[in-house]
């Protein structure tokens, strides 16, 4: 445990140091510093001439408002519109403006007056139509006061009216050729700061990762304080305290392997709390619900044909499963579901397949395991098996999932799959896109963490060398099988990937086939209000008079455009992309081409930066933290079949007391929530006011869903559901933080 905290510590002593460098570099770069310090004396000056005029109530006469617009049909009645500005603070409104027919398609310029002084910084327009709406339609594209500050509409304006900010635009609908080279500028330099890089420098089979992380995406000091030192420290003084009274006990005799299956509950004092995996960690349905209400609902799948299973049903004693008397009629009625893993080979663990069975009782059960070891392991374990045979048998096939949870479900499908998608982020769209604002607070805090793992957990003789069967080269190799065939359209959008298990569709396409399977349903909760809080926000920017008008205004973005382009692009060592795949519809021409798409991959990113990590990254320390539960370290080698097998093999498989404890401590730190829950943001970026209505509609429906759950948890504990059910708060909108941060 020392060693992996010093390797956070150096680490985190790296950071600073370059932090420290990169302040060395500004305080001697004597020129920039004159010329902003000039600059400010400039603003300054102008602030307090604007300030003198708004104190005395200086009006500045007239001011020139032209308004690109066109009727929205052929005969439209002249309309009155009212339009207020907002910025440093105060909000002024002008003098009515009439809009009539005589204006057609094209450009009205109108002089009129404010009700005060114009503020210094126009950051927000409001617009809305006096008077009922009627026939009276007209379309706004844009309105420019006096020259210079113009804000974007792209819509039909009512008497609700509609907001526009000046610094929350699309490329195109920058009002000045300044405005628009400085954007061009600023991505340049995002480009040199968030380059791509290459794990091993040359694999391009792994996601991509940051080649140099940027000093502005470090851990803050709080951050590091409050979320590693302080922690570690406890669990630390916690873990000596243990282990010297452990000593004590077993004088002269260093405490090397667990004794019992009881001792291990010692280890859980001060610091590290009673896991809940070790209550009842040995009942089968305990270890079926392992599959869907804990770390890893990834890899369940209904039996669709008796083929899927045949690794059982051709090495099975007699041929009979004594669960199941007839197993086609199982299939037929939708009750059999499977785990199916496949272990590359010299991973030197086991790739099993497990059968579980939905019961007439709407319980969900295991049936037969198949452990498939290399050799000789052809051997089905059964639930009514020698005792300690059929828990050898479920702990060595946890090993399996284990191992594809941390690899794969966890580091490899939320940390780094997103890690891309966040520098493909910011290399392609402006801090003044809309999409940029949407997405960024999901992506708070994952380079850094990202990096810290590869620091720290992925050295040679780093915490995953050390603490799992297949070590780090194998947790890598996982995540290259998987990410081959992964697709977003499929793996990446929950609905299609739970339907294409065969764990939805049966009575609807949100309705979940197996009864108590509460990750799924809360997930599609949540998917879908995600789906709707983007497609209003999207539809707010990409708005037009018609649908071509829209895509017209969808394809014009070249921003939104370039980041298809690497976002598609095949990871590569010179000039690659992210290599995401399932993003491309047919027809598209290498390019967003519906705003529709454009919605799904923005929906399947912020569920896979919240929900999806949430979801998995949470529980791990329930899970992992009695290592009978679940574990990614065992010893020795799994039961090639179910006879004489002895208390002692069953302990002597654990890891050992020093092993247990770097297990936990790890899991302790990765089960901390750290940033802002789903719907809140550590640093508010949507600040026009129409998306802040979008952004409030979404987190009401979030905490109507937070209601929905308690209810059912409720109605659970109160004993009026299915008594094998058992509560499920993983996914309530409040434990789900808004980015991958830990």
Known sequence: M????????????????KELVFYMKYLLNFGDRVQTLFQNIAYIGKWMVWYTKYLLNFNDGLHAIRISLQPVNANPEDAVYNITVQGNGIAVQFNQIEINQEI???????????????????????????????????????????GGNRFSFHKIITQEGFSSRKDTLLPQDEGSRYHRDLRTFDLAEQRLKYGYGL?????????????????????????????????????LLSEGYIMFKMLLNRFPH???????????????QIYFKAPRGNINWEDDQHFALQRLNQCNSSLIRRVNNIDQIADIMNNLPNGVLNAIVDVNAAIEGHQLYFTNINVPEGLAIPSPVVLFERTNDDNFLPVAINLNVAIGGQFVFQPDDEPNAWRLAKMWANLADASMQLSVTH?????????????????????????????VPHFYYNLAINELARETLFIPGGYLDNTMNIHSTGVLQLIRQRLGDWNMNIDGTFPRDLENR?????????????????YAEDGLQLYNAIHNYVDQYVHHYYSGVNDEDILDRLLGDTEIQA??????????QENGGIGIQGVRIPGDNDRFWTTGQLIDTLTSTI???????????????????????????????????????????????????RETFDIMTNFTLLSQETTQPLGQSEVQLIEDPNAVTILNTFRAELALIEQEINDRNQEIIAGNLNPNFIPYTRLLPSNIPNSIAI
């Open 2 to 17: 020392i060693k992996y905290i010093l390797y956070t510590m150096l680490y985190i002593g790296k950071v600073w140091f």
């Open 254 to 268: 260093l405490p090397g392997r667990w004794r019992l299956l009881e001792e291990i509950n010692t280890a859980y």
């Open 104 to 146: 057609g398609n094209g450009i009205q310029i109108v002089q009129t007056e404010a009700n005060g002084v114009l503020p210094l910084d126009i950051s927000t327009m409001i617009v809305n139509r006096n008077g009922n709406d009627g026939d009276s339609e007209w379309f706004f594209r844009w309105i420019e006061i006096d």
């Open 607 to 657: 569920f896979i930066c919240s929900v999806m990590h949430a979801a998995t990254n949470f529980p791990q320390y329930d899970q992992y933290g009695f290592p009978p539960n679940y574990s990614t370290l065992l010893h020795g080698a799994p039961p090639l079949n179910a006879n004489g097998i002895e208390d002692q093999a069953v302990l002597d498989c654990l890891p050992s007391v």
């Open 199 to 235: 794990y091993n420098c040359h694999d391009t089979e792994l996601p991509v990762k940051i080649a140099n992380l940027p000093m502005e995406e470090n851990f803050s000091f709080c951050y590091v304080l409050t979320n590693s030192i302080i922690p570690t420290a406890g669990m």
């Open 563 to 572: 980041f298809y382009a690497e976002l598609v692009l095949p990871r590569g």
């Open 502 to 518: 065969g764990l939805t569709g049966d009575d609807g396409v949100n309705q979940v086939n197996i009864p108590g399977f509460f």
């Open 411 to 439: 580091l490899g499908l939320t940390h780094v799959l997103m890690e891309g998608i966040a520098i493909c982020v910011h290399r392609n769209l402006s801090s003044r896109h809309p999409i940029y604002k949407l997405l």
